[in-house]
């Protein structure tokens, strides 16, 4: 089946400090990848659609300039944090489906838990 | 607001028991379909998808489509304390973009 690598999977830091979150897709090739975040108890939401040589498309109400998305191949993106606040603190996943298969599922990495103190 | 509806719970079922878990969704022009599990403090795995209507059977698992109704179901058979866990409906909304329903909260009852 799919295998979605996501790296890290814990970050704790200082609040100020910047974070990269890799996802990598190990077994196939993703022109769309998928940045989500979660909050406890609540469910998915989508932050931003990666795409392989272009730029990101991002959902209504996150800042672009605060996370910032580079899919620089066919198999990563990366979403960066910049300057995290507590209040980025949250479990962020991403996801990635087949090239060029409509409707594929999305196959999700395995998270990454962000704490910023 | 496309929206996907499910649910929140917790759903008590009996081991052994059939689990029935529940979503509708209100973009008509929704094709894909599918159901997510997630364990606490995990990412969500999939289980099922679904593209036309009527039935589809995995092992224990199945998914129902109606999209006159707009709903879709996953039934499981035989349930298992393994099975607890918080189910995702998920629906395409656009292109490879899928919106989540909030989630159920299965509970399997030893």
């Known amino acids: 089946g799919a295998v979605v690598s996501q790296h890290p999977s814990w970050v704790i830091c200082k609040s100020g400090t910047s974070v990269k979150i890799e996802c990598r897709s190990l077994?196939?090739?993703?022109?769309?990848m998928f940045w989500y975040r979660q909050f406890p108890k609540q469910s998915l939401m989508l932050m931003a659609t990666s795409n392989e040589g272009s730029k990101a498309t991002y959902e209504q109400g996150v800042e672009k300039d605060k996370f910032l998305i580079n899919h620089a191949s066919l198999t990563l993106s990366t979403l960066t944090v910049t300057s995290a606040h507590p209040e980025d603190s949250s479990f962020y996943i991403c996801s990635a489906s087949r090239m060029k298969a409509d409707s594929q599922p999305q196959h999700f990495g395995d998270g990454t838990r962000l704490s910023i103190l | 607001q496309k929206e996907v509806e499910q649910n929140s719970g917790p759903l008590s079922v009996p081991e052994g028991a059939i689990a029935s878990l529940n979503c509708t969704y209100s973009d008509r022009g929704s094709q894909s379909f599918f159901w997510y599990r997630q364990y606490s403090g995990k990412s969500p795995e999939l289980i099922m998808f679904i593209y036309s209507n009527g039935d589809k059977e995995d092992g224990r698992f199945t998914a129902q489509l109606n999209k006159a109704s707009q709903y879709v179901s996953l039934l499981i058979r035989d349930s298992q304390p393994s099975d607890s866990a918080t189910y995702l409906c998920a629906v395409n909304v656009e292109d490879d973009k899928i919106i989540f329903g909030k989630g159920t909260r299965l509970h399997i009852l030893p």
């Open positions: 077994d196939f090739q993703a022109t769309t």
